[in-house]
C-alpha cells in the first residue's frame, strides 16, 4: 500500500451554511450548502453518530477498522508505545458559509471525568482565504453571566466579549482546549485538531440547531461551562496564537506541540517527506508522490500517509500542509 489519495467526506444536513469553497478546492461538483466540512482520515463520527464522519478507504475499509487491524503499519511502534492504538489526528476542510456561533471545546481531562472520552478537542487551523474570526474572552466573566448570556441568547453581547482578529491567507490560528471562539461568514481553512466531536455552544438563534438540548454534550450547561475559560485572555497571548504560517517542520505556535503537528513545505524539483502517519492536503500547484507507482495531486488533493511506507519521495511544483500527531 502506498499514499492514499482520499476523496471528499462532507457530512450533509450541519447545522450551518458552506460547503461551495470545498467542492471547487477540490475541483469537484457543487453539493449541498449544508455540507461545510470535510473530514479528512477520520476515525471519528460525529457527535450522536455511528458511522457518519468516518472515512472509508478506497478498499472499502474503515479507516478506523483498518488501523485496528495492522496498527504497526499505519502508525509504527514508537506511536503506538505513547499512545496506543489511536491516530491522535483529524483534519478538516472548514468552510464558514455563514459565521460559526460563539463555542468552546473541552480538554481531555474534563472529557474524561464527564464523558468517557479519550481526547478534548484542541484545534488549529491553517487560513486557505482571509477575512475574520474571534478568540478568547476580552473581559473576565462569571460562570453565572454566562449562564444568563446562554439562557436569554444575548448573541450580540456574546460575540462582543470576543477578540475580533483578522487573518490573512497564510496564517494559523492555535485554539486551545476551553477557549470560546467563532469563525467568521467566508473564511475557508484547513483545521487539525484532536479527534473527537465535542462542542459547547453558547449561541442557537439563527442557525439550525437545538443549543438546549445540544449544546451542552448532554451534561446541562451548568456543568458544560465548567469546560469553558472565562478569564480575560490578553491581548498580547491572543496575538500568541494567530501568527504568519511561514514554511518549515513546525508553522503552529509552540503550544500545539503536544496536541498535533502542523508542517508547511513548498516543492520545487523534489523532496522527501519524513515517515509517520500523516494527512497532507496540496494548497497550490501539481506533484506526484511516490516514486514506484507514483499519484498525481494536484491543489485540493488530500492523501493520508500510514507510517509502514517510510520516507516517501515527492516531485513537482507545490505547497503543501502536512498534518501529524504529536511527536
Known sequence: MNAIVLPANCPPDRFYEGGSNIRRFRGEAPG????????????TTLAGENELGLTMLPDGRRLL????????WWLGDRHIERFGVDT???VKLLDAGQRLPV????DAGFARRHLGRAHGKAEAWFMLTGGSVHLGLRESVTKGELLDLVRSQRTERLLDLL???????????FVPPGT???IGAGVFLVEVQEPEDLSILLEWAGFELNGERDGHLG???DVALEAVGRSELDPKTVRSLVKPAGFGASVLPARADEYFRMERRRIDGRDDLEPGIAVVVVTAGAATIGDDEPLEVVAGSTVLLPHGIG?????????????????
Do not use: M, N, Y
Request: charged share 20%; glycine share 8%; aromatic share 4%.
Open 32 to 43: 449541498g450548502d449544508r455540507e461545510p466540512e470535510d473530514w479528512v482520515a477520520s476515525t
Open 65 to 72: 477498522d483498518a488501523v485496528a487491524a495492522e496498527p504497526r
Open 88 to 90: 491522535k489526528l483529524l
Open 103 to 106: 463555542h468552546a471545546h473541552p
Open 163 to 173: 477578540h475580533p482578529v483578522d487573518v490573512a491567507a497564510g496564517d494559523v490560528v
Open 180 to 182: 470560546l471562539h467563532a
Open 219 to 221: 451534561l446541562g450547561f
Open 311 to 327: 520516507s516517501i519521495l515527492v516531485q513537482g511544483s507545490a505547497e503543501l500542509v502536512i498534518c501529524r500527531p504529536p511527536g
